[in-house]
């Protein structure tokens, strides 16, 4: 028989280090005039004055100090009059993208010709970036409201080409936020994470607190986007985060809704057969801690409509199985009403309540333990990461090789780790939660008699079999990585 670690069973000292973090400033622009400013005619990168003291409202004593000179004698401001420069002042999103297109412009030697008579003062600057292909039409309207930092992310990003860049934080940024212990508060929902993730790369910014927060819906000031633009403009001014030392942070008072990212919107009336509508409500339920939804259509749904519905959430609930709700239940109203509630064959609302609690608590000891043993490190990929679970939870369960019912708590992450027994489905959601603990996105497929992973690690598709990988003596590596090619020699869907 299979040699058992339990390695959740152990006693460990936490250690938890505290990596120094960089401050993050990110970001501000010139003043709204354009016919005050002479940073068009200027060469890329090049101090072309010496800065004189002329802010009387930047006082030389003050953190972005150094900055605004900066911006000031490479000819990209000239502040909001010739003795002002405002660093308290917000920022619009008007500046910003005018900010953008005058670097965009000093990198490449060119010229943005002045508004025409009539038109607002920012246009030539909008026109120049979208002819540039560096700005869409996703902030039209929106030029004279305060930008956000996501903003800011999404129209600095392009201002200059990637060549003036190095990646010299792409280890930590990779290894903190796939683990989900840097920049958790961007996610695949946030408005140009990509362009966030890019900016953490090349050092511009390095977060607002020691887990790297980004704080993509506060606005900025002018002295945080005179730091920011240095940045962009001075290898030597970059940040080098140090985020791989901290290589483990306990998962202590995560919750079920922690788990899974809120979709940005919903629809509260869904068809059958749309299946990422339904899991968009699915994943706001959890997310909320709940366990119904209710749905209005502008009419009485028929016996079969309603049916098909109850089956199509049913599957969707099901690719979530790591919550463990494998069950639904539909009532109509003749109002248009549908309410469905999710609950689990295996056991009673009470009783998975409490299965829900101790799962969690065990999946989040399990976490920490392979922490703080050093079988899981900062260093590891996603990839890695699964691998190293795949890994270990087949040397810590078994199959269920009894007679199996829809009431069996094999069914269930509980049973597989509590009990250290379990099916596919327990042995799947198991799996899938020690997973999302690491912020490793992941889903659950299946087909008539069999349900297995797919995760998302490192940017690829992989699909996972923890139940088949544990059938023999030892692990079956074979199930672990699969591509969809491979996994359907295996498994049919």
């Given amino acids: 028989m299979k040699k058992r670690l339990l390695l959740f069973l152990c006693i ?10 960089a401050e993050d400033v990110t970001a501000d622009v010139p003043a709204p005039a354009p016919s005050a400013e002479k940073a068009d005619t200027l060469s890329p990168f090049a101090r072309t004055r010496s800065y004189d003291g002329r802010f009387t409202d930047v006082d030389a004593s003050a953190w972005y100090h150094d900055a605004v000179a900066a911006l000031y004698e490479y000819g990209l401001t000239e502040g909001v009059s010739s003795s002002a420069y405002a660093p308290e002042g917000s920022v619009t999103i008007a500046e910003l993208v005018t900010f953008a297109a005058r670097l965009h412009a000093l990198e490449r030697g060119a010229a943005i010709p002045a508004a025409a008579a009539g038109e607002a003062w920012y246009q030539p600057y909008v026109r120049y970036l979208k002819a540039e292909k560096c700005l869409g039409d996703e902030l039209d309207g929106h030029y004279p409201e305060a930008a956000t930092r996501a903003q800011m ?24 936020y796939a ?18 993730l890019r900016l953490y790369k090349w050092g511009i910014v390095g977060g607002v607190d020691e887990d790297g927060s980004f704080h993509p819906n506060d606005t900025l000031k002018r002295s945080e986007l005179a730091a920011l633009v240095v940045r962009m403009v001075e290898p030597s001014a970059r940040l080098t985060l140090s985020w791989q030392s901290l290589s483990y942070r306990s998962a202590a008072g995560t919750t079920w809704g922690d788990l899974i990212a809120a979709p940005a919107e919903v629809s509260a009336a869904p068809a059958a057969d749309d299946a990422n509508a339904i899991d968009a409500l699915i994943r706001k339920m959890l997310h909320d801690g709940a366990d119904s939804i209710t749905l209005q259509y502008n009419r009485t749904l028929t016996n079969e409509e309603v049916a098909k519905l109850t089956r199509a959430f049913t599957v969707g609930v ?4 790591e919550q463990m709700y494998n069950s639904t239940s539909c009532r ?24 829900r609690e101790e799962t969690l608590a065990r999946a989040i000891l399990v ?29 810590n369960c078994v199959y269920d090789e009894g007679t199996v019912s829809s009431s069996s708590l094999s069914h269930l992450a509980y049973s597989a780790l509590v009990d250290g027994v379990a099916v596919c489905d327990g042995y799947t959601g198991a799996y899938d939660l020690l997973l999302r603990l690491e912020g490793i996105e992941c889903t659950a497929l299946m087909n008539a008699d069999h349900i297995w992973t797919v995760a998302e690690l490192d940017g690829k598709t992989y699909h996972i079999d923890t139940t088949w990988g544990d059938q023999g003596t030892r692990v079956d590596m074979s199930f672990f990585g699969m591509t969809e090619a491979q996994s359907r020699a295996k498994h049919a869907w």
């Avoid at 099901?318 to 199985?321: I, L, M, P, T, V």
């Avoid at 009403?337 to 999710?342: G, P």
Wanted: net charge negative.
């Fill in 367 to 395: 976490h920490d333990a392979l922490w703080e043993s050093g079988y899981l490190t900062g260093d590891m990929t996603q990839y890695e990461l699964a691998r190293a679970y795949y890994v270990w939870l087949c040397n």
């Fill in 332 to 355: 109509s109203y003749s109002s248009g009403k549908v309410l469905l509630t999710f609950s689990s064959t295996a056991c009673d609302s009470a009783q998975l309540k409490k299965y």
């Fill in 153 to 176: 992310a999404g129209v600095l990003a392009s201002a200059l080409s990637a060549e003036c860049y190095d990646e010299r934080n792409a280890e930590a940024v990779t290894v903190g």
């Fill in 318 to 321: 099901k690719r979530h199985c």
């Fill in 179 to 196: 683990s989900h212990r840097r920049i958790t508060d961007v996610d695949d929902y946030t408005p140009y994470q990509s362009d966030i």
């Fill in 12 to 21: 460990f000292t936490l250690l938890l280090s505290t990596a120094a973090q």
